[in-house]
């Protein structure tokens, strides 16, 4: 599973290529973006995308494998206009967190629930576990109903508890999770 691509109806998600870098740096480099990502700076450099690309190369190689990282490519177009990845992934345990950005001119046009949709899908099913986790930080108010439209329980706050590098503001995040049963309801009401 190292070098994966996952094809949805619209998207490919898939690793970051240095061909990406223009893609990357025009849609994650906004305020608007990065405000509520933990770790993405703004400005979001050249040297900031070359350092991602060889983290992700780098995390590739880890046995047992503790990230997966994907761009989110649109077919129509062929470019990059997102990302999305499980983090902490601890294989034993059976758990992983979620994580994943837009690029501003792709919000509210359904990329995010087909690119998520995705992803729990190579998490439950493929990779075998049995809880993801969410963390979205209070005032996300786009990221918090992402979660609960997948089903996602909201579990607790943890209060200032994070601050985003783009900005230096402390945020409260909000804690959920979903359990594999509970998407595999989630989908064959989806299918129904």
Known sequence: MKNMKIGTKRLVLRRIEKKDIPDLIQNI?????????LAVPYPYTLKDAKWWIAHCKE???EKPRKSYSFNIESKA????VGG???IHVD???GIAEVG??????????GIMSEALNAILNLAFEKLK?????LLAFK?????????RNFGFKYEGRKRKAAIAKSTGKIYDENIYGLLKEEWKRKQGKRRS
Do not use: C, D, P
Request: proline share 0%; charged share 30%.
């Open 29 to 37: 480099n906004n305020l608007k973006v990065s405000r509520y990502l």
């Open 84 to 86: 999305i990845g499980l």
């Open 77 to 80: 177009i062929k470019k990059i």
């Open 139 to 147: 005032e996300n108010k786009a990221s918090n109903a992402l979660a």
């Open 59 to 61: 995390t590739e190689k």
């Open 100 to 109: 994943y950005w837009l690029g501003e001119k792709y919000w509210r046009q």
């Open 129 to 133: 576990l049995r809880r993801i986790n």
């Open 91 to 93: 294989s034993s345990q």
